[in-house]
């Protein structure tokens, strides 16, 4: 199964990945009931959480949601430690997940918006570099796992920070590897080198440690939250999330 799955995520569009996925995740989910693992986003359990990754990662995706680690953690964290559920926000939340969109529109708290330039998940088709909304229009923005696709990371930040409200916040998740270094070269076009150098065909950098002082380049206020190192060892196993990960919350800079 590691080897088929790693090879669907190499080879098949996203956009249709997003629109295949929960309907041959059904048969996984019965195939894979028990009680050792709990998915807190959608309360779903199992014997332990699907494979997942180009190099899979064992006890990973929720078959029933399709949330990965970094979406459990990002749920308890905005439910433990902001005010996401109750408060009115306005929020925009760009290549919006499977595992969130239903139910963040689902809560009457907020004026939801999902947005992407090719994402069949998403109701409004917009460029990050270019939002095309006011300035302090937004409470939130989420932004997991696009900035490693785009032409400019700093100008996306830019956008994200001039469409906060002042005291407006968000959560930019990408993966950081252990180099001192974010790795960029935009001379590179081939799929299979930028395979190679940044570990994904449609990817064009590499963050590396600098993630955190790259992103405050833009204007953004970055924090570097631990909040994964405040749960249990039991909530850890149990909820299958990643020890060390680090969520990346921005806020509203100068």
Known sequence: MKKAISFVIRYIPRPILQTVSP?????????????????????????????????????ALCPSCLALERHRLMWLFLQE???????????????????????FEALPNLDYITADIESPLAKVKMDVHSIPFTDNTFDVVFCNHVLEHVEDDILACSEFNRVLKPNGWGILQSP???????LEDKSITDPTERERLFGQRDHVRKFGKDYAERL???????????????????????????????????????
Not at 42 to 52: M, R, T, V
Not at 81 to 103: S, W
Not at 223 to 248: M, Q, T, Y
Request: proline share 4%.
């Open 216 to 254: 405050r380049k833009s204007g953004l206020q970055i924090e570097e939250n631990l909040f994964v190192k405040a749960l249990s060892a039991e909530k850890v196993k149990r909820f299958a999330l990643a020890p060390d990960e680090v969520i990346f919350v921005c806020r509203k800079g100068n």
């Open 176 to 182: 950081v590897y252990n180099l001192e270094k974010t």
């Open 23 to 59: 309907m041959v995740m059904k048969l996984f989910s019965q195939l894979n009931k028990g009680t050792d693992v709990e998915c807190p986003v959608c309360k779903s359990q199992y014997k332990k959480f699907l494979p997942y990754g180009r190099v899979a990662r064992e006890n």
């Open 81 to 103: 430690k902001t005010e996401f559920f109750t408060r009115k926000l306005k929020v925009l939340h760009i290549a919006p997940e499977h595992c969130f969109i239903d139910r």
